[in-house]
């Protein structure tokens, strides 16, 4: 596995047709003949890869585990846009100013 930090790499490490903004809002694993891996099952490639989660990969044999993993991933990838949001930090930093 090969890991690219898409904050930070140049556009020549990252999958063709892929650019900066695309890369940053969701994980994008590929096979290792280039095939992409998408939503929910991505995480499921990962956690092969990594000891420690191999377990978790299991998910994908349950009936509905990926689906509902992948239901579970689109809500985050939903809360996290609304909570990275310019104007939802801004209205964060303003309520912690005021508790302090």
Not at 21 to 44: E, K, M, Q, S, Y
Not at 55 to 75: E, M, P, V
Request: glycine share 4%; charged share 25%; proline share 3%.
């Amino acid at each position: 596995m090969r890991w690219v930090d898409a904050s930070r790499s140049d556009q020549a490490e990252l999958r063709k047709g892929l650019d900066h903004t695309t890369a940053l809002r969701r994980l994008h694993p590929r096979h290792a003949d280039g095939r992409p891996v998408l939503g929910a099952a991505a995480f499921i490639e990962i956690w092969k890869e990594l000891h420690a989660f191999a377990g978790l990969a299991r998910i994908r044999s349950h009936r509905y585990g990926l689906a509902l993993l992948d239901i579970a991933y689109h809500c985050f990838l939903l809360f996290w846009r609304v909570w990275s949001t310019p104007a939802f930090a801004e209205c964060n930093k303003d309520t912690l100013s005021r508790s302090s």
